[in-house]
């Protein structure tokens, strides 16, 4: 009853959902990707099952296009997508969908791990949901090298 990590999908596939432990690391190979990894942004909102709240952190990834935005621009979007009463997943297509379309990167990924107050004690994996926008969206290589840095980077591995 208090699941969230009910194997929700978009149409169109562009959203999974997986939880944080079965989550693969990427065998490195191609060096010297472009991709732009945005320092992790937390969130809090309110869960729309229970009312209850969640929070967590909204990683971004990106190759470059035409515009460039302030660091401070993903925060603002962040927050304005995590006002109010959210779900997750939809939270996740939203971002990414408003970067893909204002910040008009060649492809733009987004992977949001939350934790809820509803969730029943001994579940406490964080959920995670992803969403994949342009390039990304239809690049297995590139949707593989963006989660594999989002954990490199919770492990504090890389990343300023
Ligand atoms: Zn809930």
Redo the contacts with the bound molecule.
Sequence with gaps: M?R?DNGFALAGGSLLQFPIGRTRTAESGSGGSELVLVRPIPFHSL??????S?HGVVHVGYLHGENQLDPAEFARIVQACSRGIQAQQRMTARIGLWLHHQLAPRGVGVLIEGE????TAGRGAPTTTLAFYGSLRHSADGQREFVSLTRQEQKGIVRQ
């Design positions: 208090l969230h869960c729309e099952r229970h009312l209850l969640f809820y107050a509803c969730a």
